[in-house]
């Protein structure tokens, strides 16, 4: 009998997809041994808008030309094809209707979205039903922020060893407006979709 397939999810705006993320889901694939991490773009964020005038299909499209080529990578359109905000907690259910041989769903998130992750719709039902991995970012400390959460959860929180993440989307998006092509910071497949289509501009 086989093993039941290890899945993992990234969610997010990707606005735009750039190489930290990137190195933080391949570090996770690895690290974690998912055998699949799916990309989750988010339809409507609750939280926050999404500036620079990309639209969602910009966004979708970018992702596809990031991923492109990596077998253990795929892209989710399920917030984007429903109605309403993008709430975390019904993308969960959505998806373990769509895969019932999951039996534990792997959550990739920055330490940012950690930070905010009791506020999230729902959290209390939310949380328990996932292990999350959580990608700390450069010069900030994670292990304060982690104490409550395992205090009232348990074990469920395992934090990328050997990555740290020094890009934001928008510090790319700021970097693009003033005229960079964003070289070094997205993959240049997504670098010339962006200027082809004149996002991020002033």
């Known amino acids: 009998m ?9 969610g997010g705006t990707f606005n735009p997809v750039h190489n930290g993320h990137l190195a933080m889901a391949r570090r996770a694939l690895d690290q974690c041994a998912l055998d699949r991490l799916l990309w989750i773009p988010a339809g409507r964020p609750p939280h926050k808008p999404t500036p620079g005038g990309a639209s969602s299909e910009d966004r979708v499209r970018m992702i596809g030309l990031a991923i492109a080529g990596e077998p253990r990578f795929a892209l989710s359109r399920v917030d984007l ?16 209707e769509r895969h019932p041989e999951v039996q534990t769903w792997h959550w990739l998130v920055g ?3 950690l930070a905010d992750l009791p506020g999230w719709h729902r959290a209390a039902e939310l949380i328990p039903r996932c292990r999350w991995i959580v990608a700390p970012r450069a010069g900030a400390t994670l292990e304060a922020a982690l104490v409550p959460l395992r205090e009232r959860y348990g074990d469920r929180f395992e934090v990328l060893t050997d990555f740290q993440m020094d890009i934001s989307s928008s510090a790319v998006r700021a970097r693009i407006a003033r005229g960079d092509a964003g070289a070094g910071l997205v993959p240049a497949a997504v670098a010339h979709y962006i200027q082809t289509h004149s996002l991020y501009r002033e």
């Open 81 to 96: 094809d429903r109605d309403g905000p993008s709430y975390s907690i019904d993308t969960l259910t959505l998806l373990a």
């Open 2 to 10: 086989s093993a039941a397939p290890r899945l993992g999810l990234f």
């Open 111 to 113: 330490q940012d979205a």
